[in-house]
């Protein structure tokens, strides 16, 4: 589990930082997400509401999160989003985003 935290705690800090190869670190690559989107953000919290894994399914998971931002000249405003996580050779990868509100 402190793997798949870790994840969204980078996806944070990439964004806080505006740093792109960290963002990408993430994900398998840029269709899980649009970095452009995120890296235009003040800034991002993320909360992990729920980790969801299976014992029929070990290498996937899904993670329910809220996300805060803070655009850089509107208001703040958040949404609930599922994150569909694949294991790599390496580590967790996010592989799709669903928001759901």
Known sequence: MDEIKKIFKNRDKAVNTHNLDLFVSTQIDNHASVPDSFLS???????????????EKPLRTVVLVKENYIPKDNAPYSFLAAYQLVKTTSDWKIYRLTYIY
Do not use: P, Y
């Not at 953000?41 to 014992?55: A, G, N, P, Q, Y």
């Open 41 to 55: 953000l003040k800034s991002m919290r993320t909360e992990i509401l729920h980790i969801h894994s299976e014992k």
